[in-house]
């Protein structure tokens, strides 16, 4: 119950083009929701983050989309660029309990392509 | 990176010895988190603290142990490194307003 999938594993995508990550959830206590965006030899950071009051939150080209019911959320990146070239991971975490861990999904090595 | 630091960064050592990674804080935070990270499944939660002496065991704790006797240092040990705790190590500290800010991590390669 306290895992995160994450899908695809890898994407390609074309310079300008929409780059989506899906996650999904099973423990419904969770309710913080972040992205993570790490570049090769460095740590992860973070790059946006949704609490499950919202259904959508918007930051520049990064867009989380949030579906309480269907415990789901997923990132958007739109017009995506090389430089967004990196490994994304999704997380969740019951902010007020289990010292508020995050448990992160498998991770998804986006590739833009110029 | 944000007041942590984690040391050393890269690290090999021989199966059997103990090992010890440190993680430094400047931002007098409360809890600290050390995660491991191997292809294919993410980053998993080793040891976390909650305050000075305050541990709590994460998924994959086994073969880990944990110390902190200060709030700006958590030390996380490998009692006995075996080849399976070759990895990239991360530390994190949770800040204001529950996002996560990581240490650039540490290579251990046991051989």
């Known amino acids: 119950q306290q895992q995160v999938k994450q899908s695809p594993q890898s994407l390609i995508v074309q310079k300008g083009g929409i780059s989506i990550i899906n996650c999904a959830y099973e423990n419904t206590a969770f309710d913080y929701f972040p992205w993570y965006q790490q570049f090769p030899g460095k740590g992860p950071a973070l790059l946006i983050a949704?609490?499950?009051?919202?259904s959508e939150k918007k930051e520049g080209r990064f867009t989380i989309s949030f579906n309480k019911s269907a415990k789901q959320f997923s990132l958007h990146i739109m017009d995506s660029q090389p430089g967004d070239s990196a490994t994304y991971f999704c997380?969740?975490?019951?902010?007020?309990?289990?010292?508020?861990?995050?448990?992160f999904g498998q991770g998804t090595e986006l590739s833009v392509k110029p | 990176d944000a007041g942590i630091t984690q040391s050393p960064r890269h690290k090999v050592t021989e199966t059997g010895t103990p090992v010890t990674l440190r993680c430094h804080q400047t931002e007098n935070h409360r809890y600290m988190y050390w995660y491991r990270q191997d292809p294919g499944h993410g980053l998993r939660l080793i040891h976390y603290?909650?305050?000075?002496?305050?541990?709590d065991k994460g998924e994959v704790s086994d073969g880990y142990s944990v110390s902190r006797s200060k709030t700006e240092d958590f030390l996380l040990t490998l009692e006995s490194a075996t080849s399976s705790q070759t990895s990239v190590y991360f530390c994190a500290i949770k800040g204001q307003y529950y996002g996560y800010t990581f240490g650039s991590g540490t290579r251990l390669t046991v051989v």
């Open positions: 997380a969740a975490s019951d902010i007020y309990n289990q010292g508020g861990k995050l448990i």
């Open positions: 603290s909650y305050g000075v002496k305050d541990t």
């Open positions: 949704i609490r499950p009051d919202v």
